[in-house]
């Protein structure tokens, strides 16, 4: 199978996932069912729960309506072997902003909560934080998956069946911390084939992409990889403001940086510029992640 048979093949598995159906049961909220990408470790990936609930609150609005804002929290580890319902309910509809919950269950619990607004273009006072400074372009860098997948074949392997295509500027995690154990980190990102044109499904499958990395800030901090005998990582909550379009089947930089780590949790904090430096996004996040005593 060709490189670009693989690219093809794990966007169109990324688009089954978010392409949720209608249920024909009715209470006072709105249901769709949805999948999971298959997971070596048997969790649902976060970013897919975040991106399908979206995908179920548009279900709902008309597309003039755009997402501007999501809070959420994880409840409990979805089982990626099993379906997701998602119960939409609409609590706000005004003459410019509108505002859903959704609440996704497996097993008649719920795994994540979600509270997004929407709005209508309207014009207003534009400014934003300008993309940073003598960050290597992402085609000098090499991919993670190949980076890794030259040491560690089968971990690569399943960095590669991942829909997108990361390039840490400094080096991913998952070997070892490469240069100075500082609080922040910037990565490249896109999705390895192009999706179709949609804007709603590309603010979906960037929620999807922003909860890729954006815990390593607190990891590189303290010199930690991901292959840390005992280490443990679960995000807690996560919330993203999105500001501009972008295609996210182009190149786009996430910086990101940690402002504080205590009692077993962490704070992660996060930019996204398309190539030409437009703020995309802004993410944050924070985790639960404990590490043994060595």
């Given at each position: 199978?060709?490189?670009?048979?693989?690219?093809a093949?794990?966007?169109a598995?990324?688009?089954?996932?978010l392409?949720?159906?209608?249920?024909?049961?009715?209470?006072?909220?709105d249901?769709?069912?949805?999948?999971s990408?298959?997971?070596?470790t048997?969790?649902v990936?976060g970013?897919?729960?975040?991106s399908?609930?979206?995908?179920?609150?548009?279900?709902t609005?008309p597309?003039?309506?755009?997402v501007h804002?999501?809070?959420?929290?994880f409840?409990?580890p979805?089982?990626?072997?099993?379906?997701?319902?998602?119960?939409?309910d609409?609590i706000h509809?005004?003459?410019s902003?509108?505002?859903r919950?959704?609440q996704?269950?497996?097993?008649?619990?719920?795994i994540?909560s979600?509270?997004?607004?929407?709005?209508?273009?309207?014009?207003g006072?534009?400014?934003?934080?300008p993309?940073?400074?003598?960050?290597?372009?992402?085609?000098?860098l090499?991919?993670?998956?190949?980076?890794?997948?030259?040491?560690?074949?089968?971990?690569?392997?399943?960095l590669?069946?991942?829909?997108?295509?990361i390039?840490?500027?400094?080096?991913?995690?998952f070997?070892?911390v490469?240069?100075?154990?500082?609080?922040?980190?910037?990565?490249w990102?896109r999705?390895r084939a192009?999706?179709p044109?949609d804007?709603?499904?590309h603010r979906?499958?960037?929620?999807?992409?922003?909860?890729?990395t954006?815990?390593?800030?607190?990891?590189?901090?303290?010199?930690?990889?991901?292959?840390?005998?005992?280490?443990?990582?679960?995000s807690l909550?996560?919330?993203?403001?999105w500001?501009?379009?972008?295609?996210v089947?182009q190149?786009m930089?996430?910086?990101?940086?940690?402002?504080?780590?205590?009692?077993g949790?962490?704070l992660?904090?996060?930019?996204?510029?398309s190539?030409?430096?437009?703020?995309?996004?802004?993410?944050?996040?924070?985790i639960?992640?404990r590490?043994?005593q060595?």
């Amino acid at each position: 199978m060709t490189a670009t048979t693989d690219a093809a093949r794990t966007i169109a598995n990324l688009l089954k996932v978010l392409d949720l159906d209608a249920s024909e049961a009715r209470t006072t909220e709105d249901i769709f069912t949805g999948v999971s990408h298959s997971m070596p470790t048997g969790r649902v990936y976060g970013g897919q729960v975040l991106s399908q609930s979206l995908v179920a609150a548009e279900r709902t609005l008309p597309e003039e309506r755009i997402v501007h804002s999501m809070h959420g929290y994880f409840l409990r580890p979805g089982d990626a072997t099993q379906g997701i319902t998602f119960a939409v309910d609409r609590i706000h509809d005004g003459r410019s902003f509108s505002t859903r919950r959704v609440q996704a269950y497996q097993g008649g619990v719920p795994i994540f909560s979600m509270i997004s607004s929407f709005q209508d273009e309207d014009p207003g006072l534009d400014h934003a934080e300008p993309i940073p400074d003598g960050v290597p372009d992402p085609e000098s860098l090499p991919s993670d998956d190949e980076l890794i997948g030259r040491v560690h074949p089968i971990t690569g392997r399943l960095l590669s069946d991942r829909p997108a295509d990361i390039r840490h500027v400094t080096g991913p995690l998952f070997l070892e911390v490469a240069g100075e154990r500082v609080p922040q980190q910037a990565v490249w990102m896109r999705m390895r084939a192009p999706l179709p044109d949609d804007p709603r499904l590309h603010r979906a499958a960037l929620a999807y992409l922003s909860d890729m990395t954006i815990q390593e800030s607190i990891l590189r901090r303290h010199g930690i990889t991901w292959q840390t005998p005992g280490l443990k990582v679960a995000s807690l909550d996560h919330a993203m403001w999105w500001h501009r379009f972008g295609r996210v089947d182009q190149w786009m930089l996430y910086v990101q940086q940690s402002p504080n780590a205590r009692g077993g949790r962490g704070l992660s904090q996060g930019r996204i510029y398309s190539q030409d430096g437009s703020l995309m996004a802004t993410v944050a996040q924070e985790i639960m992640i404990r590490v043994p005593q060595l």
